[in-house]
């Protein structure tokens, strides 16, 4: 699950966690308040509805 948190080099809020949930987390962060730093690591977008979740297996091998 993410959260919010503030980032250290602009004092602004940013998000932690997952990647699954940021949208919900900085929803009610004012943009004016959201770190517009450079991410050293990009949230995790919706699968499109033709996509299937890869499976333990998948997962642990990398497919």
């Known amino acids: 699950m993410c959260r919010t948190t503030t980032c250290m080099r602009c004092r602004k809020t940013t998000w932690a966690g997952c990647g699954n949930h940021v949208d919900q987390v900085m929803r009610s962060v ?8 450079n ?6 977008r919706a699968r499109s509805e ?12 990398g497919r």
């Open 30 to 37: 004012p943009k004016k308040d959201q770190c517009s730093c």
């Open 50 to 61: 033709g996509q299937a979740q890869p499976g333990w297996f998948g997962r642990l091998f």
């Open 39 to 44: 991410p050293t690591v990009e949230p995790k």
